[in-house]
């Protein structure tokens, strides 16, 4: 049976957060699709009435609905809007949505993220061009510029990364990366974004790893370039817990 009403718990606009309002309305309707509350064959809401509950702009809905389309979850049929779709399994690799107080799972998919991370500045390193680098070094160095002027630099730090896994030249790491920063990146930098204990000094660290990365990629070299992103890795886990603590 067709529902056309929102799911009974609504979402609070003021929770959501202004630089990731795409992100968050499309973990909203991903969570609410996975807990049952709209199944398969099911039309969501409209664009109108998202932009209504959520307070956002058509553009904002649009992006986040892009979102649930690239994963396989929902379609769009013309004329009548926009549907859960019947799940491919076969095709489709999806990690499960992890919040922030999911500890075990949230330690899992860091895991998973290192693991990526280490292979992924390895092959950069071996495979980077004049390019490559050059488009590294512009993260790293908007990065230093957001730091500098007491920002985050949350868009430079994803540039950085992906600049990094484009470097592969691997189609399949690029693809993957993108989807681990929806599920993974994502939360470690919002926990980061949502404390201002100690922040001056752990950003700092943040970007002297960053610093390490680039410089063994930089210099070819495969190993210290993996060693190099392990360690970001892992005191980024480290990181994480003070953030959650504060």
């Given at each position: 049976?067709?529902?056309?009403?929102?799911?009974?718990?609504?979402?609070?606009?003021a929770?959501?957060?202004?630089?990731?309002?795409?992100?968050?309305?499309?973990?909203?309707?991903?969570?609410?699709?996975?807990?049952?509350r709209?199944?398969?064959?099911?039309?969501?809401?409209?664009?109108?009435?998202?932009?209504?509950?959520?307070?956002?702009?058509?553009a904002?809905?649009?992006?986040?609905?892009?979102?649930?389309?690239?994963?396989?979850?929902?379609?769009?049929?013309?004329?009548?809007?926009?549907?859960?779709?019947?799940?491919?399994?076969?095709?489709?690799?999806?990690?499960?949505?992890?919040?922030?107080d999911?500890?075990?799972?949230?330690?899992?998919?860091?895991?998973?993220?290192?693991?990526f991370?280490?292979?992924?500045?390895?092959?950069?390193?071996?495979?980077?061009?004049?390019?490559?680098?050059?488009?590294?070094?512009?993260?790293?160095?908007?990065?230093?510029?957001?730091?500098?002027?007491?920002?985050?630099?949350?868009?430079?730090?994803?540039?950085?990364?992906?600049?990094?896994?484009?470097?592969?030249?691997?189609?399949?790491?690029q693809?993957?990366?993108?989807?681990?920063?929806?599920?993974?990146?994502?939360?470690?930098?919002?926990?980061?974004?949502?404390?201002?204990?100690?922040?001056?000094?752990?950003?700092?660290?943040?970007?002297?790893?960053?610093?390490?990365?680039?410089?063994?990629?930089?210099?070819?070299?495969?190993?210290?370039?993996?060693?190099?992103?392990?360690?970001?890795l892992?005191?980024?886990?480290?990181?994480?817990?003070?953030?959650?603590?504060?």
């Amino acid at each position: 049976m067709e529902r056309t009403t929102a799911p009974e718990a609504a979402a609070d606009p003021a929770v959501l957060a202004a630089t990731n309002l795409p992100d968050e309305i499309a973990d909203y309707l991903i969570t609410a699709i996975r807990e049952g509350r709209y199944t398969v064959g099911d039309r969501i809401p409209t664009e109108r009435e998202l932009c209504q509950q959520f307070s956002v702009s058509r553009a904002v809905v649009r992006e986040a609905l892009s979102q649930l389309k690239s994963e396989g979850l929902v379609v769009s049929r013309a004329g009548s809007g926009v549907f859960v779709s019947e799940p491919n399994y076969q095709d489709a690799f999806r990690l499960q949505l992890v919040a922030l107080d999911e500890k075990e799972s949230l330690a899992m998919v860091i895991e998973l993220l290192a693991a990526f991370e280490t292979a992924a500045a390895r092959l950069a390193a071996q495979r980077r061009t004049e390019a490559d680098l050059k488009n590294i070094r512009r993260a790293l160095v908007g990065m230093e510029y957001e730091i500098a002027h007491d920002r985050l630099g949350d868009e430079q730090d994803f540039a950085f990364h992906q600049a990094i896994v484009n470097a592969t030249h691997n189609p399949h790491y690029q693809a993957l990366s993108k989807h681990l920063e929806h599920n993974v990146r994502r939360l470690i930098r919002r926990a980061r974004s949502n404390t201002r204990a100690n922040l001056i000094a752990l950003v700092e660290d943040v970007q002297e790893e960053h610093r390490a990365i680039y410089a063994a990629i930089k210099a070819g070299d495969p190993r210290a370039a993996s060693q190099a992103a392990g360690r970001h890795l892992s005191n980024a886990a480290k990181r994480l817990q003070i953030y959650l603590q504060d």
